[in-house]
T-cell receptor, first 115, second 107 residues
Framework: DVKVTQSSRYLVKRTGEKVFLECVQD?????MFWYRQDPGLGLRLIYF???????EKGDIPEGYSVSREKKERFSLILESASTNQTSMYLC??????????????FGQGTRLTVV | LAKTTQPISMDSYEGQEVNITCSHN???????ITWYQQFPSQGPRFIIQ???TKVTNEVASLFIPADRKSSTLSLPRVSLSDTAVYYC????????FGQGTTLQVKP
């Protein structure tokens, strides 16, 4: 019973390429999040969205943009990939009233390597 | 600036109770305290959430003192499969994870 699906498990891209990471959830959740995870740094929030076409910056938005055209889909875009964006990327979704979140469901992660 | 502070790592033995404390001196009135568990190569999984006093579910208990400046996740009788990273979050709309606590359960 897959709830949050990320388009790729592993991805290898070249420096300077435009990269799209896709995330789809089937729970009709309002909120969606993108994180990156690096050894010793935990999960760091890149962007999140609490509604269609709405987005807010997280702690490390530089070098990234997002798109949420439909409620179930949240895309992370690396405008010009760089080697320091090599990381594990995780997508999550929750339902909330913007005061607190219900249980977050995470995708399986995308391990991106930029060469 | 990190909103929560947890120990980087902890060791325990099977069958013991494990308590992981999280400090959050600047907790906001509308922040809920939420704990997640993460195994290698997987996304985090929700464990428990609370606002004040004590919350218990089938997996863990969460103790929150009256001033809410800290919280303690209690895992009863851990097993080897509880070896994971545990994250404490203050949830006021954003889900901000810190570095987490790596719990190693030994036989």
């Amino acid at each position: 019973d897959v709830k949050v699906t990320q388009s790729s498990r592993y991805l290898v891209k070249r420096t300077g390429e435009k990269v799209f990471l896709e995330c789809v959830q089937d729970m009709d959740h309002e909120n969606m999040f993108w994180y990156r995870q690096d050894p010793g740094l935990g999960l760091r929030l890149i962007y999140f969205s609490y509604d269609v076409k709405m987005k807010e910056k997280g702690d490390i938005p530089e070098g990234y943009s997002v798109s949420r055209e439909k409620k179930e889909r949240f895309s992370l875009i690396l405008e010009s990939a760089s080697t320091n964006q090599t990381s594990m990327y995780l997508c999550a979704s929750t339902s909330s009233d913007r005061v607190m979140n219900t249980e977050a469901f995470f995708g399986q992660g995308t391990r991106l390597t930029v060469v | 600036l990190a909103k929560t502070t947890q120990p980087i790592s902890m060791d325990s033995y099977e069958g013991q109770e494990v308590n992981i404390t999280c400090s959050h001196n600047n907790i906001a009135t509308n922040d809920y305290i939420t704990w997640y568990q993460q195994f290698p190569s997987q996304g985090p999984r929700f464990i428990i959430q609370g606002y004040k006093t004590k919350v218990t579910n089938e997996v863990a208990s969460l103790f929150i003192p009256a001033d809410r400046k800290s919280s303690t996740l209690s895992l009863p009788r851990v097993s080897l499969s509880d070896t994971a990273v545990y994250y404490c979050l203050l949830d006021g709309g954003k889900l901000i994870f810190g570095q987490g606590t790596t719990l190693q359960v030994k036989p």
